[in-house]
């Protein structure tokens, strides 16, 4: 019995992966960022409907070509895998050439598509990003809440963002001397040095602050 698209491409992309260093779909999920139902698409032969970024993602984290990864999983109806350019036809060197500058712009602009995409998705779970550790904290004093199922559902940003390299600053409920640099004061005042605690954490990626962590004063009882 032949094999169907999803077992031949599930075979081929598991090559790919032991070949690139990986362990397994889990290992190539979180390397690249991609999600589950992008990666099945490939599997069933529908990688030319997936968008560009994650494309490029894949290719750079199984190291290999633009060109031989769509040539790996695309059906030979989307493109011919076997095509090569006709040296007595003037057109198809033209058509090689123009898709050689095409693959090395796509390469060219890799970092640019990862950085934007980045930015993006950040935007978009901005409003997790701030609320999500002062909830986490929350449901711990109180494991019976219902709400504790919740927190491995929501693994896969934690290492999304993680990925990215973007780290939190500090832990809800953490005392420590306040500095305008790193943090934004939401209650009480407080001068430079003297003792804060964080309500909400900061985020940072690199050197660059991306939310300060918000703190309150700490009253001083005599």
């Known amino acids: ?30 390397t690249t960022g991609i999600s589950p139902w992008q990666l099945a698409r490939v599997q069933y032969g529908l990688m030319h409907r997936i968008p560009l970024e994650t494309i490029l993602n894949l290719s750079a984290a199984l190291k290999i ?46 970092e640019t598509l990862e950085l934007e995409f980045r930015n993006a998705s950040l935007q978009a779970i901005e409003s997790w990003l701030l609320q999500w550790p002062t909830a986490v904290a929350a449901i711990s004093k109180n494991p019976e809440l219902p709400a504790e199922r919740l927190l491995l559902l929501m693994k896969p940003i934690e290492e999304l963002v993680s990925h990215w390299g973007v780290e939190a600053m500090y ?52």
Request: with cysteine; charged share 30%.
């Open 1 to 30: 019995m032949n094999e169907s698209v999803y077992e031949q491409n599930s075979s081929k992309l598991r090559v790919l992966i032991e070949k690139a260093g990986l362990e397994n779909c889990q290992e190539l999920l979180k």
């Open 65 to 110: 070509s633009l060109d031989q990864l769509i040539a790996t999983f695309v059906p030979e109806s989307k493109y011919p895998r076997n095509w090569q350019p006709q040296e007595e036809n003037a057109d198809s060197r033209i058509e090689s050439q123009e898709y050689q500058r095409l693959q090395q712009t796509i390469e060219q602009q890799r």
């Open 171 to 222: 832990s809800v409920g953490e005392e420590l001397p306040y500095d305008p640099k790193w943090h934004e004061l939401m209650k009480g005042d407080a001068n430079p040095g003297e003792m804060v605690q964080v309500r909400y954490v900061g985020y940072k990626q690199g050197g660059n602050i991306l939310h300060k962590a918000k703190v309150s004063a700490l009253k001083i009882e005599n």
